[in-house]
């Protein structure tokens, strides 16, 4: 798997946000990204779905921890750019 989130957006199977399975990796828009031609808007986070509804995701360096939350309060306030499955 590569290093950064927007080389690991470009690899694994695509998936939709209603069929997703525990280990999805959900890349989303960010205004601090990382961009290029494959995906022009940028990916700026990338979030681990966990089953049961929630998802993990680093919430950076000035917090310095991992969160939980709920799919659907993530979702609110991010745009999916892909869903991938790598295993």
Do not use: C, W
Request: no cysteine; net charge positive; proline share 3%.
């Amino acid at each position: 798997m590569p290093r950064v989130s927007i080389e690991q957006a470009r690899h694994g199977k695509k998936t939709a946000k209603n069929k997703l399975q525990s280990g999805d990796l959900i890349f989303i828009k960010g205004g601090m990204g990382r961009y290029n031609k494959y995906f022009p808007e940028g990916i700026g986070h990338v979030a681990m779905y966990v089953g049961n509804g929630k998802v993990i995701h680093a919430e950076g360096v000035k917090y310095g921890k991992v969160t939980e939350e709920p799919l659907d309060a993530f979702l609110k306030r991010s745009k999916i750019t892909v869903i991938k499955r790598y295993l």
